[in-house]
């Protein structure tokens, strides 16, 4: 099993990796963490779309679900969640069905989708989806969101962890390496020195930054979100 790493989307367009393989897609700032802890609190299946426009259509077609994202990290007027994990209580998502779109994460799923398995990956699923991806017999790549076609160093660092603790059980790709090194140089001090990136600035600016410590939480849940058939679902319930 080889392991590679795309820190962003237009990596993964331009060069397609090349035969049958697995994804595992973060956006740690903040969809796929968001995403994460929805499934955690009871959420029954998250829709991912492209645009708002798609969003509203979508809701019309499905009585009760929640229109979920972020523009520019800001909440989408008429929306009922932005993309902020604290919103995504059990109260407010057990039952549901949410209808996402996100500047890059919703992007970066929408990119992988043909793969044979592309999987909801943060740090806050970190062990349970290194344990998913260990067991499968096909090559993985981590393919990070990023912003706007950007590398965004939280994406790189828990694209870092993932192959650091897939390290025995694969080989990896120099980014694979590339992203190790990152991610240990960054562990011992991650909330402080991540907090310096342009993301978690953004976020802190605009009043998100108690979402910064949150997402770079290890092994919150042992849920394994699956994007398959154009829906994100918890496996375990099918």
Do not use: W
């Not at 520019?72 to 209580?89: H, T, V």
């Not at 500047?103 to 806050?124: H, R, S």
Request: net charge negative; hydrophobic share 45%.
């Amino acid at each position: 099993m080889t392991v590679d790493v795309y820190f962003t989307p237009q990596e993964y367009i331009v060069r397609p990796p090349v035969g049958e393989h697995a994804v595992a897609v973060l956006d740690i700032f903040r969809a796929t963490t968001s995403m994460t802890t929805a499934f955690a609190n009871g959420c029954r299946r998250i829709v991912p779309v492209s645009t708002v426009e798609e969003a509203f259509a979508l809701k019309e077609r499905l009585a009760g679900a929640l229109l979920a994202g972020e523009r520019q990290a800001r909440p989408i007027p008429g929306f009922d969640l932005g993309n902020s994990p604290g919103e995504y209580d059990r109260v407010t998502v057990a039952g549901k069905t949410i209808i996402m779109t996100t500047t890059n994460g919703t992007v970066a799923l929408k990119t992988a989708e043909k793969a044979a398995k592309v999987y909801v990956g943060a740090f806050v699923n970190a062990a349970a989806l290194c344990r998913r991806l260990s067991s499968i017999a096909m090559d993985i790549v981590i393919l990070c969101a990023g912003t706007r076609g950007h590398l965004t160093i939280e994406d790189a660092l828990c694209a870092g962890l993932l192959a650091d603790r897939l390290a025995g059980h694969s080989e990896p790709s120099d980014a694979a390496l590339a992203a190790r090194a990152i991610y240990n140089d960054y562990r011992a001090d991650l909330v402080r020195r991540t907090s310096r990136g342009e993301h978690a600035r953004n976020l802190a600016a605009i009043g998100y930054g108690d979402d910064i410590a949150y997402c770079l939480q290890h092994d919150l849940y042992d849920y394994i979100p699956e994007f398959r058939n154009g829906e994100i679902i918890d496996p375990a319930d099918v």
